[in-house]
């Protein structure tokens, strides 16, 4: 086993890596941002190591002077985590070439499925099913006549895309040529690549995903799929395990193609599938995300397993010792993201110093966090404050679970997303499991600054003077209200409607 991880990362993923490898008797080193010097995953390691200034091109993301550090502090092993250098094919290779493991999957194998096309024409080729659509990069008269042949509306999507990035619905012919040249100049500026393809367009879906655990003795396995469906603009704010109302029929083809998707790259390591679930049942290969996720901790939740000590384990050569009839799934998880972003304001940056962060405890939860009170939220990194999964037997009971830790959830200095997800959790289309990936963007109702219901105001007023008195510190919950205490204002959320009331209006 290895002596020493550098984590190459921050934030909530590089304290869970930390805690994955101290359970494995394995030291750690963390590398930091100049911003980053009093971070959580600095106090959480036992070594670190300055990597550069606060933006992330110049520090996290300096593949070069991170592998420097890796050798210079005696590391064997590096994690990556998700994001900043974990999809870099390079990058993986470089550690590989001078000795330090990469705890993630083979160089190869990132290249080829961060090249979408490619990744499109090898699940093809494999017999996992994908959308209608080019299997090949398009000239301009080539996705024309793809589109005729298809018909519309379709989908633009750039090749070296992922994520939702470069990507472009188009309704009928007379838009495609204006789609094309903005898809093409977006990939081009992003990814250094204006190829792009068509796929027919698929509405109503949910986005379904299976996790992957693989070793590097040829044994793969699934484990189950998770719903990630409530999303804005790609960024996902509610993921749960096992996805809600599939039929075991349909969970079974999933894994099996997930199975078929690992096998024909090599997979070895965690990994993903991401999958369009269609309204009319059929399922769609969307990408293969060759990272650890986010959202991980959902699929622990219901198998019991540490996916971020499996993936150091692999990485060191060892056999997995389960096999895929092991693998049950047991109960339901739910996360919710908590970002330091105002939901009011179109999920506007909240930036600030945490002048009180104290998650809920309790049976049947578990908080992933990358802060701690006092610390300071930058505008230079990813807002993700933590991870809030609550784990029961039933949906209901997990739905009701996550929805009070919410309410118990305290933070001041900064707006979150809570007051949304505590919304999101009461609204019918969620509670019976019918969100699909449009469902937020069509129904948060005051994503811009909508008009009030005024006769929640009094209600409001009570709440934020409970808050404010009441010894139930700055953030209070109930069925009705979730009130944020800020230095100057309080908001309450009552019914989706956000008050925000500057503290000296509150004063009896
Ligand atoms: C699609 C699609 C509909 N039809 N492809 C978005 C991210 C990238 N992985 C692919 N994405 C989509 N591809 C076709 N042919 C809809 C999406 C999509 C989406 C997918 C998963 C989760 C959220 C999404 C939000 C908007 C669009």
């Known amino acids: 086993m290895f002596r020493k991880i550098l984590v190459a990362n921050r934030g909530e993923i590089a304290v869970r890596i930390a805690r994955a490898a101290h359970a494995l008797g394995i030291r750690v080193a963390a590398v930091h941002s100049e911003a980053d010097r009093g971070a959580l995953h600095v106090r959480v390691a036992d070594e670190a190591h300055l990597c550069g200034p606060a933006p992330a ?84 008269a080539e996705a024309s006549a793809a589109a005729q042949r298809i018909g519309f509306p379709v989908m633009v999507k750039a090749t070296g895309g992922g994520g939702g990035r470069g990507m472009r619905a188009v309704q009928t012919a007379g838009d495609l040529g204006a789609a094309l040249a903005r898809a093409r100049s977006e990939a081009g500026a992003s990814f250094g690549d204006d190829g792009v393809y068509v796929e027919k367009l698929i509405l109503g879906a949910r986005h379904v995903e299976v996790q992957l655990l693989a070793d590097a003795h040829g044994k793969v396995l699934q484990l189950f799929e998770r719903d990630c469906s409530a999303q804005r603009r790609h960024q996902k704010l509610i993921e749960e395990a096992p996805a809600p109302g599939l039929s075991p029929g349909l969970r079974e083809r999933l894994g099996a193609a997930a199975l078929t998707a690992a096998r024909a790259v090599g997979y070895v390591s965690a990994g993903t599938v991401e999958f369009l679930l269609a309204p009319d049942g059929q399922f769609y290969f969307l990408e293969m995300n060759t990272r650890i996720q986010v959202e991980h901790p959902v699929t622990e939740a219901v198998t019991g397993i540490d996916l971020v000590q499996a993936m150091i384990r692999v990485a060191a050569g060892e056999p997995l010792g389960l096999r895929q009839q092991d693998i049950e799934l047991r109960g339901h998880a739910i996360e919710a993201r908590i970002y330091a972003e105002d939901p009011k304001q179109s999920f506007l940056p909240s930036p600030g110093r945490l002048s009180v962060f104290r998650p809920p405890t309790g ?99 009570a709440a934020a003077r409970a808050a404010l008195g009441g010894s139930c510190g700055p953030m209070l919950g109930g069925p009705e209200a979730a009130v944020t205490v800020r230095p100057k204002v309080v908001d309450v959320l009552i019914d989706g409607d956000l008050f925000s009331f500057p503290r000296e209006e509150l004063l009896p």
């Open 363 to 461: 049976p049947g939860l578990r908080v992933d966090a990358g802060v701690e009170a006092g610390s300071e939220v930058t505008v230079h990194y990813d807002a993700l404050l933590a991870k809030l999964v609550a784990f029961a037997e039933t949906r209901d009971a997990a739905l009701a679970r996550l929805d009070a830790a919410l309410a118990g959830f305290a933070v001041a200095g900064v707006r979150t997303s809570i007051p949304f997800q505590r919304w999101l959790l009461r609204q019918d289309v969620f509670r019976s499991a019918s969100v699909d990936i449009g469902f937020v963007e069509r129904s948060w109702p005051k994503g811009g600054a909508g008009p009030l219901d005024p006769s929640l105001r009094p209600l409001a007023v």
């Open 57 to 140: 091109r110049d520090s996290y993301l300096r593949a070069e002077r991170i592998l420097e550090i890796a050798k210079a502090c005696g590391a064997d092993a590096l994690h990556p985590g998700y994001g900043f250098l974990s999809e870099n094919s390079d990058f993986a290779e470089q550690c590989a070439a001078q000795g330090i493991a990469w705890i993630g999957p083979p160089a190869d194998v990132i290249r080829r499925m961060g090249d979408k096309v490619l990744a499109r024409r090898s699940m093809h080729e494999a017999g996992v099913p994908v959308v209608p659509g080019a299997t090949e990069r398009l000239t301009d």
